[in-house]
């Protein structure tokens, strides 16, 4: 259903549209034609330029042997019938600009599922290996496919994962439990250094996955580098939800989630501010609670950091065009069922997302020419996903991505509206070139609404690989940063893009940087562990229990 109103909506209009026709039929045959008269140059000169290059990103015609005849004819032929689907897509008079975007959504899932180097046998690297290995490649990939079938229906971890263990490879950084209640445990990392800076650093990751994405390995864990670097760092670990929590609310994730954590810090650091930080859906609810507690006149916070968050959802990218009226009520009648959103049902909206590059050609890779891909630690924190409660994520696809509330002025919390402009805390922004979650231009949007010095870092790489870039770690990565001040006139994200200064390297430093300016420069004694006077002693060893749920 969620597809056919968009499709009918186009075909109708399509159908009465004599104009566009036109246009169509006339771009068909002018693609026509250029392309039998590339044919008959390719033909007889193998040299021969191509008419139409694939977009930045676009993997599938990389390896050499598509520029080989008549491998190239086909990749020329796949790319000019994409750009013809892609402009009938397009500005169909009386389609509504939703299903427009439907459309083009749908257009290039075909083209992706129907592309030549996903057909073994039009895949000149698949054909060349095939014949090579005498069909060994396509033996491996039946015993990888068959791994993998018994994994999933035991629900086990994909192969490799079972080597990157909680607590002994991954999640490694030391430190207590001091806080634990029905959502969160509240992790304190011990001190590495003599003295430290004296306001905390506080996190909150997204609990649609595990925390330790940036507490991964110790070379690249983002707690271990700020520990090291003299900071007081708390961690939020999310309890991974089952059918009896179906009841928890978005809000009960900001009580008893980040202020639950801030009074905690409150208590184990008494008298100083907090340096608050958000990833993801984590970003989002600090927000949400930076701005309740500005509208209570809670100062407490020195700083808040936005790790490829968003705040306003107008422009949330093509995860919007699978969240919709009807697709939301289905999945409430979903969650009803099961009391949460399974972590299968929501791995396959993200890998749709981008399928040319995380869908198609890793099942060709892995079950054609047999290649077992070599788990890395952030691959197995990607596989160790969790659950999210049913009302929770109702709330959320209802009043964050459908009706956009927290920017429009209707997002209320204890029955009163909160308004970001009220934040008063220096804010300093990530967003990530290539993140296909939280799209960098979505994420930025934030300056348009708060009312403080925002500070914008646009990162290399993706969605998560963009965050964890650790110094030294990633070769040619590098980053934009320029900050907007209180009282400055708003730049939109293209002209900012254009005017922001690069820097070559990892973000943390410059991010360190800004946190130990937003402090009071002050250095002291690390604090206790937890405050065992005031009902918070140590508990479990990190990473704690909540981090090992399934």
Known sequence: MALAAPWADWAFHLARAPGKQMALALR??????????WLARAAADPAAGPILNPEPGDRRFADASWGVWPFNAMAQA?????????EAARQVPGVTRRHEQQMGFLMRQLAALGAPSNLPWLNPAVVERTVREGGANLLRGLANWFDD???HLAG????????FVIGRDLAVTPGRVVLCNDLIELIQYSPATETVHAEPVVIVPAWIMKYYVLDLSPHNSLVRWLVEQGHTVFMVSWKNPDERDREISLDDYRRAGVMAALDAVGAI????KVHACGYCLGGTILAIAAATMARDHDDRLASMTLLAAQTDFAEAGELMLLTDEEQVGWLEDLMWDQGYLDTHQMAGAFQMLRSSELLWPRLLRRYVLGEAEEMTDLMAWNADQTRMPARMHGEYLRGLFLENRLTAGR????????????IRAPIFVVGTLRDHIAPWRSVYKVALFADTDVTYALV???????VVSEPGGRPGRGFQLMTRRHGERYIDPDTWAALASRREGSWWP?????????????????PQMGAPERGLAPLDPAPGRYVRMR
Request: net charge negative.
């Open 78 to 86: 796949t790319l000019l019938a994409e750009s013809w689907w892609t």
């Open 28 to 37: 068909l045959q002018v693609l026509a034609a250029r392309y039998a008269l």
């Open 149 to 151: 079938c018994e994994r």
């Open 510 to 526: 410059a991010w360190q940087e800004w946190l130990a300016a937003a402090g009071s420069g002050e250095r002291v004694s690390p």
């Open 269 to 272: 650091v008494p008298g100083r």
């Open 411 to 422: 997002f209320a919390v204890e029955g009163r509206v909160i308004a970001l402009r009220d």
């Open 156 to 163: 086990r971890p994909p192969a490799g994962a079972e080597a």
């Open 460 to 466: 290399d790489g993706g969605h998560n690989a963009g």
